[in-house]
């Protein structure tokens, strides 16, 4: 697994000592810096950090200082991060298997050293549960991509955002149109009850798409 990690002055030395562990078991570290105990801002660490596990270059990311709590704050800036602050095995352990937590921050003034070397593997090593949780992944991801507009006058903005899980696609790697047909038919239900909310009205839920091409079809 390639994970990034990043921190500032005050989570150096559990830095190094991180990936240290995290190089014995096998994964690859790309460190973000700082690279000394010397004083520093955190954002200048935690950004890019957080950054390369948005874009897809890392999978995952730790991030650390005296704290933890502002380079938490910092990582989940970041469009696409769900970044928890852990500082006991339970913690670490939920933030992956109930909130899916691509990134972790440890306050190194918080907790024991041992302590924070097996809250990560305590992470590295759960699971994510699905269920349940998925649902409530999806609400944080439509409040991260929620718009609003101060226009008088002006129509609301609903927009979705969908956590696309394993089980959604065929064994080809392709999403299911039963599931992109349910998607359109709740996002035309609350479009329209936001745009007219005293409105009576109706969706039709569909059953099946075909597609035609030059009079071919499939």
């Given at each position: 697994?390639?994970i990034?990690?990043?921190s500032?002055?005050?989570?150096f030395?559990?830095?190094?000592?991180?990936i240290?562990?995290?190089t014995?078991l096998?994964?690859?570290?790309?460190?973000?810096?700082t690279?000394?105990a010397?004083?520093?801002?955190?954002?200048l660490?935690?950004?890019?950090?957080?950054q390369?596990?948005?874009?897809?270059?890392?999978?995952?990311?730790?991030?650390l200082?005296?704290?933890?709590?502002?380079?938490?704050?910092?990582?989940?800036?970041?469009?696409?991060?769900?970044?928890?602050?852990?500082?006991?095995?339970?913690t670490a352990?939920?933030?992956?298997?109930h909130?899916?937590a691509?990134?972790?921050a440890?306050?190194?003034?918080t907790?024991p050293?041992?302590?924070?070397l097996?809250i990560v593997?305590?992470?590295l090593?759960?699971?994510?549960?699905?269920?349940?949780?998925?649902a409530?992944?999806n609400?944080?991801?439509?409040?991260?991509?929620?718009?609003?507009?101060?226009?008088?006058?002006?129509?609301?903005?609903?927009e979705?955002t969908?956590?696309?899980?394993?089980?959604y696609?065929?064994?080809r790697?392709?999403?299911?149109?039963?599931y992109m047909?349910?998607?359109?038919d709740?996002?035309?239900?609350?479009?329209?009850?936001?745009?007219?909310?005293k409105a009576?009205f109706?969706t039709?839920?569909?059953g099946?798409?075909?597609?035609?091409?030059?009079?071919?079809?499939?």
């Amino acid at each position: 697994m390639k994970i990034a990690i990043g921190s500032d002055h005050a989570g150096f030395e559990y830095k190094g000592k991180i990936i240290e562990l995290l190089t014995t078991l096998g994964h690859e570290v790309r460190d973000f810096g700082t690279h000394s105990a010397d004083p520093v801002d955190y954002p200048l660490y935690i950004a890019p950090t957080a950054q390369a596990v948005a874009s897809g270059e890392c999978e995952r990311g730790i991030v650390l200082g005296g704290s933890g709590n502002g380079e938490q704050i910092t990582a989940n800036k970041v469009r696409g991060i769900r970044c928890a602050l852990c500082f006991s095995l339970d913690t670490a352990r939920w933030a992956k298997l109930h909130n899916d937590a691509n990134c972790i921050a440890i306050g190194q003034r918080t907790i024991p050293g041992e302590l924070a070397l097996e809250i990560v593997k305590t992470w590295l090593n759960t699971e994510f549960e699905g269920g349940r949780h998925v649902a409530r992944l999806n609400g944080i991801a439509a409040v991260e991509n929620s718009q609003t507009h101060s226009q008088a006058g002006a129509f609301p903005v609903y927009e979705r955002t969908t956590l696309i899980r394993p089980e959604y696609l065929n064994p080809r790697g392709s999403l299911y149109g039963g599931y992109m047909l349910e998607w359109a038919d709740d996002l035309a239900s609350t479009a329209a009850t936001l745009t007219f909310p005293k409105a009576s009205f109706v969706t039709r839920r569909g059953g099946g798409v075909r597609f035609q091409v030059a009079g071919a079809q499939w």
